[in-house]
């Protein structure tokens, strides 16, 4: 008599239905457990299965059952009925395709790579609120980069100095002043403090530049606190708001992203804690599924990486997150990207940071294009000159890159540029 029943959960000759949802996974069977063996049990525990053969089941069980239809080496397909997922419910998703099997003793090693989620189930979400066009269009920017910087050191500024600094770098040309992800609202930066002393150095920064001026303010913490600080960023005319989104977790976004939306604010999403699951290349879940899954529940934009920064992740890495952000229908990438389709999903931006510098700024473009929030901080902070003089250096480089001539022939002219070249020249952190 058999005990388990996690072969019937794997057919290599089977084609998944165009409304299922299809999962790409890296695995390492335990020892003993074969591939086959291995992918029939993450197959079953992420649908209708479960240790042992059951005595009865209802004929529908069958339907229900998840199917490893493709297995090359330790990497495996599996497709899941639609039925099995509730509509518009992103973290019962979770739930499923990365939930208990990654603790199973019988994989040593399990990665969710991609998921392409059907039409049938990406209806059911709203996705970015804006949409790249809207956000372009609120802002006044139509062919460069957004550009935005973190008052640096990250957190230790009080609210005035903070606002001082995001002055300085409005003043300089840039869009956005940021919140790192551990600046909430500290003794010494109160958050409603740091609304107030921004509000007005916006309003000022506006009204000399002639420019819209914003800010991605961190609003981080329980909901009802960040609908709270969401209320006080709108009624202070503010256009976005920060938020901390694995922190935070899926059905705090999701959450969020309606209340934000009926207040007319953008969700800027950073990525703090993402590396706790998405650096081991064995274990765990992709940055790309992160960046889809905040896509389809609603941010408008979300740190990508550089592959030139400071922060881990290459230029093919890079590239497919972005495309994953903008495009209307995402193309496959051998290992690391499945084909989707976004219906009517709006686009959201990638966001490039972490260890910038004018110097580095074609690099980043090169890989990303123009559509792209660009956040370089340290690297105007630390300008020779400061601050402003930081902001403008960057700038002169995005249009040194959209005129086609090199920082140094642009420096020539540029003064800004030209002296933070001198500090920096092309140096790549690490």
Known sequence: MAIDWYKEFVDLKYEPAKDELVCLFYFEPAAGISGKE??????????????????????????????????????????????????G?????????????????????????????????????????????????????????????????????????????????????FDFVKDDENLTSTAFNRFDDRVKYLTKLRDKAEKETGEKKSAFL?????????????????????????????????????????YCSDLGLAIHAHRAM?????????????????????????????????????LAGSRKESVALADLMREKKTNAVEGMLLEQDWGKIRSAFPVASGGLHPGLV???LDIYGEELVLLVSGGIHGHPKGTRAGAQASMQAIEAW??????????????????ALGKWGHYKPV
Not at 43 to 70: D, N, V
Not at 242 to 248: H, S
């Open 38 to 87: 291995a992918a029939g049990r993450i197959a079953s525990e992420s649908s209708t299965g479960t240790w042992t053969t059951l005595h009865t089941m209802p004929p529908r069980m069958k339907a229900l059952e998840a199917t490893a239809f493709e297995i090359e080496g330790n990497v495996a397909k599996i497709a899941y009925p639609l039925d099995l997922w509730e509509e």
């Open 89 to 173: 419910n992103a973290v019962q998703l979770l739930s499923g395709i990365a939930g208990n099997i990654f603790g199973m003793k019988a994989v040593k090693n399990l990665r969710l790579i991609d998921a392409t989620l059907p039409l049938a189930y990406v209806k059911h979400f709203k996705g970015p609120h804006f949409g790249n066009e809207g956000i372009r269009k609120m802002m006044g920017i139509k062919k460069r980069p957004l550009t935005g910087a973190v008052p640096k050191p990250k957190i230790g500024f009080t609210a005035k100095e903070h606002a001082e600094i995001g002055y300085e770098t409005w003043m300089g040309g």
């Open 218 to 258: 961190n609003i981080t913490a329980d909901v009802e606190t960040m609908k709270k600080r969401a209320d006080l960023l709108a009624a202070n005319g503010w256009n976005y708001c920060m938020i901390d989104v694995v922190v935070v977790g899926t059905a705090g976004v999701m959450t969020m992203r309606d």
């Open 274 to 310: 993402h590396s706790t699951f998405t650096r081991n290349r064995k274990h765990g879940i992709t940055m790309q599924f992160l960046a889809k899954m905040m896509r389809l529940i609603g941010v408008s934009q979300i740190h990508t990486g550089t592959a030139v920064g400071k």
């Open 362 to 364: 074609p690099d980043v």
């Open 402 to 419: 959209q005129d086609g001539v090199t920082l140094e022939e642009k420096a020539k002219k540029a003064v800004a540029l030209k002296e």
